[in-house]
């Protein structure tokens, strides 16, 4: 009997061991998923290929919306909107010293636009691509003005037989809204100080004011003057040329029986007419053919710059760092993902800059229209701590630099800006809605008492009486005098000199530098080598300090990743669904844009002047 049941035992022993063996087997093997999931391979670079870049959407300074959200719309196939403008200067500036990339390919096809700013960031890494002594070719099906803006910093540009190239200047429309607001009875209460202040005329006006129409005029000439110069000097053109052809386009194509593309070729925009397999021929002659493609061999940027990354030396810890922070997009009270800046978000990088002992000196690089003035505050109170520290504070404006952009730009030692950027917008405005008329069409009526003048005075019901007007105005003056004052010491300027060149009115980076709201015209990487020089530094690295996602966030994003692809891979209707939703996106957006700017109780420095 014992050696039965020792049998027994062993047999026992043998099952929990083969037990635990299966347990830890599938483990592995879901650790090992895991790893496959959260791993990134690394391209290879062939010894001889083209840099293809290709650009999708937007070329942005800071990819909008958190991670999770990004890499969702990629699996659902909608593609990218956006495109870190970034990834494509490194790439470009790495290529330029690979020995495996003797030519670069710029395709337009999917790049949907970018202000002229960061366009004048791409141009100077693909000069200094071409100033060693390599190639760069452009085709695009049709160019729109930034897509050839891009093209032109090519040697040779192509465009289709069935294209065009179709420039057509600046411009800014906007919707007003004071008509509709009429007929529904809303009464829309706006508060503004500066007379150039135009962010509240949607609400009050049926059109653009004098004031306003004066602005633009002066600010969208400015940056068309400096994009007929960039371009004459891109393509080795007489300085009207550009302007002769847009004027002349629409009689030639009627006129003379010309094509699109031979009206370009013949007015230099373009090097010549050619299909893409064209272009694709000569290319392969360069760096040969992708058998498994039919066209020239290639690296993509989003590939490439991978394999820069990862093939570049991790520095030492203790190299001094420029550290850059990017504020990009709307200026909103607290925490924002990346594409806005979030007051408390934003702070706290900058806090973070500032106790880093090996970051030497910070790089802050504007791209924002503005927005609340509260968190507008609580970044200028963080920058006022780093520049206490000892801390070199270098500004880099992008596109857009305008109201609250402006306000956090105006302490730093020194300000960088564009030709083309649009900045200043120097003032305040609130706007309070009242629905008392819209309740009174429906047969709803308030009535009540309260116990001082101001009781009920702001509420949203009831129309806004006299005493609730003057403290909002009050309110309104006394920020922009504040705004003034951030300005006065950040510029050295007395509040008077301010306040002429303020009172809301918006500028190109040519006049900002000519009225001191900027000290230098010149990119982004002007600004970190000012900033390296503020701090004393010949050897340095650049860090973008931004904030990363945790080891489980990186596992939630690639399991989330993964399912909605399962899922998609057998649901045509939700891709149709998906796709129409896209369509309603800019209405969408005008109306959360809308909906931000009339949170209860916040001053507002915002600039309505994007330009594309």
């Given at each position: 009997m014992r050696s039965i049941g020792a049998v027994l035992l062993a047999i026992g022993r043998g099952l929990d061991w083969l037990r635990k063996f299966l347990h830890l087997i599938l483990l592995l093997l879901i650790f090992g998923f895991i790893a496959g999931a959260l791993r990134v391979s690394i391209p290879s670079v062939p010894p001889r290929a083209a840099l293809l870049v290709a650009p999708e959407g937007e070329i942005v300074d800071q990819l909008s919306g958190d991670p999770i959200e990004r890499a969702i719309a990629q699996a659902q196939g909608v593609g990218r909107s956006e495109t870190l403008v970034w990834d494509l200067t490194d790439s470009i500036r790495a290529a330029a010293k690979d020995p495996r990339i003797p030519v670069l390919v710029i395709d337009t096809e999917y790049f949907t636009g970018a202000g002229q700013p960061t366009l004048e960031?791409?141009?100077?890494?693909?000069?200094?691509?071409?100033?060693?002594?390599?190639?760069?070719?452009?085709?695009?099906?049709?160019?729109?003005?930034?897509?050839?803006?891009?093209?032109?910093?090519?040697?040779?540009?192509?465009?289709?037989?069935?294209?065009?190239?179709?420039?057509?200047?600046?411009?800014?429309?906007?919707?007003?809204?004071?008509?509709?607001?009429?007929?529904v009875g809303l009464e829309i209460n706006v508060f503004r100080a500066g007379v150039y202040k135009s962010a509240v005329e949607p609400f009050s006006r049926k059109d653009m004011s004098p004031e306003a129409r004066e602005e633009a005029s002066q600010y969208l000439n400015s940056l068309w003057t400096s994009y007929q110069t960039a371009m004459a000097r891109a393509r080795k053109l007489e300085p009207n040329a550009l302007s002769g052809y847009v004027a002349t386009l629409a009689n030639r194509m009627a006129d003379s029986g010309e094509t699109p593309a031979q009206i370009a070729l013949k007015a230099g925009l373009v090097t010549g007419v050619k299909t893409r397999l064209e272009v694709e021929k000569q290319v392969i002659d360069l760096v040969g053919e992708d058998e498994s493609t039919g066209s020239f061999k290639a690296v993509p940027v989003e590939d490439y710059i991978r394999v820069v990354r990862a093939e570049k030396k991790l520095h030492p810890d203790g190299t001094p760092k420029i550290g850059v922070v990017v504020a990009a997009g709307e200026i909103l009270d607290g925490d924002q993902p990346p594409g806005t800046i979030g007051g408390s978000s934003t702070a706290r990088l900058i806090r973070e800059a500032r106790l880093d002992d090996d970051v030497k000196a910070v790089v802050l690089r504007v791209d924002s229209p503005g927005g609340s003035m509260l968190a507008a505050e609580e970044i200028y109170r963080e920058i006022q701590a780093l520049k206490a520290a000892g801390k070199p504070l270098v500004v880099s404006m992008g596109d857009l630099a305008a109201s609250g952009g402006y306000y956090i730009s105006a302490p730093a030692d020194e300000i960088f800006a564009s030709p083309a950027t649009?900045?200043?917008?120097?003032?305040?405005?609130?706007?309070?809605?009242?629905?008392?008329?819209?309740l009174g069409k429906?047969?709803?009526?308030?009535?009540?008492?309260?116990?001082?003048?101001?009781?009920?005075?702001?509420?949203?019901?009831?129309?806004?009486?006299?005493?609730?007007?003057?403290?909002?105005?009050?309110?309104?003056?006394?920020?922009?005098?504040?705004?003034?004052?951030?300005?006065?010491?950040?510029?050295?300027?007395?509040?008077?000199?301010?306040?002429?060149?303020?009172?809301?009115?918006?500028?190109?980076?040519?006049?900002?530098?000519?009225?001191?709201?900027v000290d230098q015209l010149g990119s982004f990487d002007d600004a970190v080598k000012a900033a390296a020089a503020r701090a004393s530094l010949e050897n340095y690295v650049v860090d973008f300090i931004e904030p990363s996602l945790s080891w489980a966030q990186e596992l939630a994003l690639q399991v989330r990743v993964m399912a909605i692809k399962a899922f998609l891979r057998f649901d045509g209707p939700t891709k149709r669904l998906l796709r129409m939703a896209e369509t309603l996106d800019p209405l969408q957006k005008e109306v959360e844009r809308l909906g931000r700017m009339s949170v209860p109780n916040r001053l507002y420095a915002y600039c309505f002047c994007s330009v594309r």
């Amino acid at each position: 009997m014992r050696s039965i049941g020792a049998v027994l035992l062993a047999i026992g022993r043998g099952l929990d061991w083969l037990r635990k063996f299966l347990h830890l087997i599938l483990l592995l093997l879901i650790f090992g998923f895991i790893a496959g999931a959260l791993r990134v391979s690394i391209p290879s670079v062939p010894p001889r290929a083209a840099l293809l870049v290709a650009p999708e959407g937007e070329i942005v300074d800071q990819l909008s919306g958190d991670p999770i959200e990004r890499a969702i719309a990629q699996a659902q196939g909608v593609g990218r909107s956006e495109t870190l403008v970034w990834d494509l200067t490194d790439s470009i500036r790495a290529a330029a010293k690979d020995p495996r990339i003797p030519v670069l390919v710029i395709d337009t096809e999917y790049f949907t636009g970018a202000g002229q700013p960061t366009l004048e960031e791409l141009a100077q890494a693909i000069h200094e691509f071409r100033n060693a002594g390599k190639k760069v070719i452009a085709y695009g099906r049709a160019y729109e003005q930034a897509q050839y803006y891009l093209a032109a910093q090519a040697d040779e540009v192509y465009v289709d037989p069935f294209g065009v190239v179709l420039i057509d200047g600046y411009e800014s429309y906007q919707w007003f809204w004071k008509e509709l607001i009429d007929k529904v009875g809303l009464e829309i209460n706006v508060f503004r100080a500066g007379v150039y202040k135009s962010a509240v005329e949607p609400f009050s006006r049926k059109d653009m004011s004098p004031e306003a129409r004066e602005e633009a005029s002066q600010y969208l000439n400015s940056l068309w003057t400096s994009y007929q110069t960039a371009m004459a000097r891109a393509r080795k053109l007489e300085p009207n040329a550009l302007s002769g052809y847009v004027a002349t386009l629409a009689n030639r194509m009627a006129d003379s029986g010309e094509t699109p593309a031979q009206i370009a070729l013949k007015a230099g925009l373009v090097t010549g007419v050619k299909t893409r397999l064209e272009v694709e021929k000569q290319v392969i002659d360069l760096v040969g053919e992708d058998e498994s493609t039919g066209s020239f061999k290639a690296v993509p940027v989003e590939d490439y710059i991978r394999v820069v990354r990862a093939e570049k030396k991790l520095h030492p810890d203790g190299t001094p760092k420029i550290g850059v922070v990017v504020a990009a997009g709307e200026i909103l009270d607290g925490d924002q993902p990346p594409g806005t800046i979030g007051g408390s978000s934003t702070a706290r990088l900058i806090r973070e800059a500032r106790l880093d002992d090996d970051v030497k000196a910070v790089v802050l690089r504007v791209d924002s229209p503005g927005g609340s003035m509260l968190a507008a505050e609580e970044i200028y109170r963080e920058i006022q701590a780093l520049k206490a520290a000892g801390k070199p504070l270098v500004v880099s404006m992008g596109d857009l630099a305008a109201s609250g952009g402006y306000y956090i730009s105006a302490p730093a030692d020194e300000i960088f800006a564009s030709p083309a950027t649009i900045t200043g917008s120097i003032g305040i405005f609130a706007i309070l809605p009242t629905a008392g008329k819209t309740l009174g069409k429906l047969g709803i009526n308030v009535d009540g008492v309260g116990t001082t003048p101001l009781s009920g005075q702001l509420r949203l019901d009831r129309p806004l009486g006299e005493p609730a007007k003057k403290f909002l105005q009050a309110t309104i003056q006394r920020a922009y005098e504040e705004f003034l004052g951030r300005v006065s010491e950040g510029r050295g300027k007395s509040r008077d000199e301010v306040d002429a060149v303020a009172q809301g009115r918006v500028w190109s980076g040519v006049e900002a530098r000519r009225l001191g709201l900027v000290d230098q015209l010149g990119s982004f990487d002007d600004a970190v080598k000012a900033a390296a020089a503020r701090a004393s530094l010949e050897n340095y690295v650049v860090d973008f300090i931004e904030p990363s996602l945790s080891w489980a966030q990186e596992l939630a994003l690639q399991v989330r990743v993964m399912a909605i692809k399962a899922f998609l891979r057998f649901d045509g209707p939700t891709k149709r669904l998906l796709r129409m939703a896209e369509t309603l996106d800019p209405l969408q957006k005008e109306v959360e844009r809308l909906g931000r700017m009339s949170v209860p109780n916040r001053l507002y420095a915002y600039c309505f002047c994007s330009v594309r």
